[in-house]
């Protein structure tokens, strides 16, 4: 048992749901879809899914990517499908991704983002140092963590709403 809270003792169960994952970096849980979590896998590149009624198994929502670290969710513009927000820090940019249908639009780039750390015998390659991470407002602007300036950035819809939070 994994004690969480020492002031009441709570306990929880602790299972793994999946593994194998290339760098697992930032999750979210999915607003319509209870059971689902998404997560970026910083090594492999790529999105994924778990539904948590099945461990063991996970499904790639999107590859390619050039180490996502940070994810959010949003509701697409009709509330019929999330939406993920997903800062990609090789490529600067910021990404979104609809979960049905794996649809990329880029959203913006070129943000001061990937702070890598020091490369030493113990740590052979430059891994993230300092996450970015991303967060939707329920009007569907943006706040992202910039590591490679210590700022954190806002980004607002300046053109027709797209979906955010509470859509």
């Given amino acids: 048992m994994l004690?969480?809270?020492k002031h009441d003792k709570t306990e929880l169960s602790r299972s793994v749901l999946a593994s194998s994952i290339g760098g697992p970096v930032s999750l979210v849980a999915d607003p319509l879809s209870p059971n689902i979590v998404y997560v970026t896998a910083y090594d492999s590149g790529q999105i994924l899914q778990i539904d948590v009624n099945?461990?063991?198994?996970?499904?790639?929502?999107?590859?390619?990517?050039?180490e996502p670290e940070g994810i959010?969710?949003?509701l697409s513009a009709e509330g019929q499908s999330t939406q993920l927000v997903v800062v990609e820090v090789g490529r600067q940019r910021l990404l979104m991704v609809d979960s049905l249908s794996?649809?990329?639009?880029?959203?913006?780039?070129n943000l001061r983002v990937g702070t890598y750390g020091p490369e030493s015998d113990y740590n052979p390659i430059a891994?993230?140092?300092l996450m970015s991470s991303v967060a939707v407002t329920n009007e569907g602007n943006?706040?992202?963590?910039?590591?490679?300036t210590n700022a954190i950035y806002f980004l607002e819809r300046k053109n027709e709403h797209r979906g955010g939070k509470n859509t």
């Fill in 3 to 5: 004690e969480i809270n």
């Fill in 54 to 66: 099945q461990p063991g198994s996970y499904s790639v929502i999107l590859n390619y990517l050039r």
């Fill in 72 to 74: 959010d969710v949003a």
């Fill in 102 to 109: 794996s649809n990329m639009t880029v959203l913006a780039t």
């Fill in 127 to 129: 891994k993230p140092y």
């Fill in 142 to 148: 943006y706040y992202i963590s910039g590591d490679e």
